[in-house]
């Protein structure tokens, strides 16, 4: 990411299947009949996160309704940061939907931070993306006032969310703003990570409220970029996903190479949905990594 937050990537291409086949490797509702219990416990437990802990809702970080963050302070000062980034495929949910991840990181020392953002069709990933840069922006200056330290973020996203931490891991901060350091983000934690986006143009279930063309889904690309970001990349995705979302995962480690993805690897017995809850499970590796990436755990 360059001038103002994004980045021009080199040219590619992608095979192209049949519209059925893509729908099936990306519709990950319709690949997972249980999809509507893991959302209810989803917002049940985030119900239970916000009652049980401090928190700060709905801050803003811009002018938009949509613009908004809810900061689940530290125990104590000077804490790592981990911001995380909701998935949906930039078109569904929001941040109190997935509240239940910061109880943990909280518990073990961590400040944790969940951005909201616009959503397509309303807005172009494109723009989303500089919403979160905006969300970062307002982190690294504030994050003291709420007892965290600015010099420690560590941003972990699903699915979009894992794009979406991809791209804040690369972005040009000193051409965001004057004031803002390089490493601001210094690594980020991808779960199910989208890291290609040309196949989302062919799955019909998706393709209208993107609104990608091929230049877009280019650019929006981590995968894509002529060059790897510094910091540090984990991905994760579940062991059980489709083959795309497997070879997603595979393509940011080649993509970006061993120096930056350090952990590229499958959450065993996991589908799309409830590999989420190994983030949030304090006895999962995944959580771990996590942890290990905001200092918490050797």
């Not at 109880?103 to 500089?130: K, Q, R, S, W």
């Not at 996903?241 to 080649?254: D, H």
Request: aromatic share 6%; net charge negative; proline share 9%.
């Amino acid at each position: 990411m360059n001038g103002g937050g994004l980045g021009s990537v080199a040219r590619g291409e992608a095979p192209h299947p049949s519209p059925e086949w893509y729908d099936a490797q990306y519709n990950n509702r319709a690949r997972i009949p249980e999809h509507p219990e893991i959302l209810r416990a989803w917002a049940d437990r985030s119900v239970g996160a916000r009652a049980s802990l401090r928190c700060m809702l709905d801050l803003a970080y811009g002018a938009d309704p949509s613009e908004r963050l809810d900061v689940f302070p530290p125990r104590a000062q000077g804490a790592p940061v981990l911001v995380y980034v909701h998935g949906g495929y930039w078109r569904a949910l929001d941040k109190r939907d997935q509240s239940f991840v910061a109880a943990p990181f909280v518990d073990e020392g961590a400040m944790v931070v969940l951005p909201n953002y616009a959503l397509c069709p309303a807005v172009t990933i494109e723009h989303i993306v500089m919403q979160l840069v905006h969300a970062l922006a307002w982190v690294w200056r504030n994050a003291r006032a709420h007892g965290g330290d600015p010099e420690r973020i560590v941003v972990a996203g699903h699915s979009a969310g894992g794009h979406l931490a991809a791209m804040l891991l690369a972005c040009d901060w000193h051409a965001v703003a004057p004031d803002l350091p390089g490493d601001l983000v210094k690594s980020a934690l991808a779960v199910s990570g989208v890291f290609e986006l040309e196949p989302l143009r062919h799955a019909p279930f998706l393709a209208p409220d993107l609104r990608l063309d091929a230049a877009s889904a280019l650019r929006l690309s981590p995968a894509a970029m002529p060059a790897p970001p510094h910091g540090r990349l984990v991905a994760v995705v579940g062991g059980d996903e489709s083959e795309e979302f497997l070879r997603q995962n595979e393509a940011i480690a080649k993509a970006w190479g061993p120096a930056v993805v350090t952990v590229c690897e499958p959450v065993p017995g996991c589908h799309h949905m409830n590999v989420l809850f190994a983030l949030a499970d304090p006895a999962a590796r995944t959580h771990r990594l996590a942890l290990q990436l905001l200092g918490l755990a050797p």
